[in-house]
């Protein structure tokens, strides 16, 4: 029996054959048996035309068991099919489907005519016609893009389409040296900052380059610096958007970006319906270790090419380093980052247009732009990340300018002040480290505060909608010298010093503590051993007991440093065993110090467990100290404060005291 197979970007056909000899045929008949056609997923739209082939094989395996098992299989292809599956080196997909195959009876050989080729061709011909695309969502924007180098210019085009199909559509002329992908980068960048202007929430986003689309949905890395800067700045851009997703199309779906990227590309004049921006600079700071972007002095060329409109008068600023035209008679001039309406133009564009009124001087653009600057309130430690939001600025540091890159994805501006979205999706005001204790310092313990712990607090304080890099650690110092959280805290069960044993004979030598007790006295035979002749009477020797006697205290030396080893061994046992809960509290004269209550009377479950503050006086060697009571005199109490107490208090009995 014979296999063959063909595949396409979305299909892929099986069919398989059976050949034998007929009657009245010169040659072998080859007759079909069974054909199989599967429309690929999207991941597997994915997979490359000889992977495909091999899963066709796979998925006739399964669906064509019985054959496969009865019968010899022979595959009947073009592509090296043997050496994709027999590989040594094959992983992932191709190596497991390899362990499918591997039971049945299958050879390779190369096709040299069609025969029923012609059939599987037909096969994935037909699916191909039958496959309907999945309709566009309906609540998402869609874009094109595309750039492209020329001998002596550059160009980029972006298309935007509403969700109800009107378009707008965006020509980009580049006055600097780019590589090819660079020019796509910056068609890409601009529509996203279009979209964000816009107020769109959900995009799509469609590019006919790979690798800036790979490159941008973060699936593979760059090794490119400036190509890596690019990448970044479209992550950071795309964070901004509920959803936002890139997605790679052949060159034949993409034709109206790349018409409008030609336009820019060979400076031809700017259609009606179509909104020209000019790229004096790159979106991104070019970095010195990379020759994909230069960027040449300004020549009087440009400058005169600035103050002349591609069609019609009139000149209009834009963002920094782009420069957007006018548009011709009888079209709308657009403001930044908006289409000129025209003749054809959709009512979307309309809208936007009317929108946006036209542009000021340039002189007097600038000096708005900085008096809005001025006026947008962001706390000293945000500075670094508005500049960069809205000047584009990024400090000399290498490292300092990427964390502020990093950082400001998610940050953004509202009513003219700075504020942070955190992963909940609540927008945090930006607050400085002194306000940020205050709110702390009023969860915790204002009218309505519990005495929460530090982690709770922070999160209390992020959820009701501010925010400031230091405030886990702010928590923290709040909680730890807060008197009402130190005195009413659970007692520690953790000794606080080591353990110190003495000798088991040190009580009696020192104090004449008997620590054993009189001897009980034995009688050395009993009457009825004597009277019944016992083995024990019946066998003493007085000599032999005797010589067992005086070797008895001849070995009690030897007894005597074997009970002393085993005592030492046992308190070193004790020890390691106590000194592994320790954790160790030593204090220093002039410490305050909280101490625990070891009265019980009049003490209830409520009450607090300790007293204080105390003040250390004196420190001595065994982990005990003198205390000064520091407490203020209160009333029917006698006044203590300033005194020392009678007796020495231990380690464990005390607490640092945080003031």
């Known amino acids: 029996m014979l296999l063959y197979i063909a595949a396409t970007s979305r299909v892929v056909s099986t069919v398989i054959v059976v050949e034998r000899k007929e009657e009245g045929k010169a040659l072998p008949v080859q007759r079909p048996v069974y054909y199989l056609s599967e429309v690929l997923s999207a991941s597997k739209q994915n997979y490359p035309h000889y992977q495909k082939m091999c899963y066709g094989m796979h998925f006739a395996s399964k669906k064509l068991k019985p054959y496969f098992q009865e019968h010899p299989i022979t595959m009947v292809c073009t592509a090296p099919l043997a050496e994709i599956i027999g590989s040594r080196d094959a992983s992932g997909r191709v190596a497991k489907w390899a362990i499918d195959l591997a039971p049945y009876t299958i050879y390779y050989q ?9 059939l599987a061709d037909f096969l994935v011909d037909w699916a191909e016609t039958q496959y309907l695309p999945p309709a566009p969502d309906s609540t998402h924007w869609r874009m094109h893009f595309d750039g492209s180098k020329m001998r002596t210019s550059l160009g980029a085009g972006t298309i935007l389409t509403s969700p109800k199909g009107d378009k707008l559509r965006y020509v980009l002329q580049i006055h600097f ?10 068609a890409l960048i601009h529509g996203l900052r279009l979209a964000k202007e816009l107020g769109i929430r959900r995009i799509l986003c469609y590019g006919d380059s790979d690798l800036v689309v790979q490159q941008s949905s973060g699936d593979w890395d760059t090794k490119d610096a400036n190509m890596a800067s690019y990448r970044f700045l479209v992550q950071q851009l795309s964070g901004y958007f509920e959803g936002c997703e890139f997605l790679h199309v052949p060159r034949n779906d993409n034709e109206q970006a790349d018409a409008l990227t030609r336009i820019g590309s060979t400076r031809q004049a700017i259609p009606a319906g179509v909104a020209l921006q000019r790229l004096l600079k790159p979106s991104v700071k070019p970095l010195p270790e990379s020759d994909s972007i230069f960027v040449p002095a300004p020549p009087e060329a440009v400058r005169s090419d600035l103050r002349t409109p591609a069609t019609g008068t009139g000149n209009s600023a834009g963002d920094p380093g782009t420069a957007a035209a006018a548009p011709g008679p009888g079209i709308l001039e657009p403001g930044p980052g908006t289409a000129a309406v025209g003749p054809g133009t959709s009512l979307t564009q309309q809208a936007v247009a009317d929108s946006n009124p036209p542009p000021p001087d340039p002189t007097a653009l600038v000096q708005v732009a900085v008096l809005a600057v001025e006026e947008i309130a962001a706390p000293s430690w945000a500075q670094p990340i508005l500049n960069f939001l809205v000047n584009k600025e990024l400090p000399t540091d290498e490292i300092s300018a990427w964390q502020v890159q990093r950082r400001a994805a998610a940050y953004t501006i509202v009513n003219r002040e700075l504020v942070r979205r955190s992963v909940t999706g609540v927008y945090q005001r930006c607050v400085e480290p002194e306000q940020g204790q205050a709110i702390l310092k009023d969860i915790h313990q204002g009218e309505c505060g519990h005495h929460a712990a530090s982690r709770a607090l922070m999160a209390k304080a992020f959820r009701h909608g501010f925010f400031w890099p230091i405030a886990l650690k702010d928590a923290k110092e709040l909680v730890q010298k807060c008197k009402g959280c130190q005195k009413f805290r659970s007692k520690p ?17 020192v104090w004449g503590l008997d620590m054993v007790g009189p001897f009980k006295t034995a009688r050395a035979v009993n009457p009825t051993d004597i009277e019944f002749d016992s083995p024990r009477v019946t066998m003493y020797i007085k000599e032999e007991a005797e010589e067992a006697r005086q070797d008895g205290v001849d070995l009690l030396e030897e007894g005597r440093l074997l009970a002393l080893s085993r005592s030492t061994i046992y308190q070193q046992s004790l020890r390691r065993y106590y000194n592994r809960k320790v954790k160790p509290r030593s204090f220093q004269e002039g410490d305050l110090v909280l101490r625990l209550i070891q009265r019980t009377a009049g003490q209830h479950k409520l009450s607090t467990p300790c007293e204080g503050p105390f003040i250390i006086n004196k420190v001595l060697g065994n982990d005990s100290y003198y205390l000064i009571d520091a407490q203020k005199p209160r009333a029917r109490k006698r006044d203590d404060s300033g005194k020392e107490t009678e007796r020495p208090w231990n380690a464990n009995l005390l607490r640092r005291f945080y003031n």
Do not use: C, D, G, M
């Open 110 to 118: 190369p096709r040299t005519a069609i025969k029923s080729q012609a």
């Open 177 to 186: 040296a780019v590589s090819n992908n660079v020019a796509k980068y910056e």
């Open 493 to 509: 069960h953790q000794p606080a010093s080591a353990l110190k044993t003495i000798p088991i004979a040190w009580p009696f030598a």
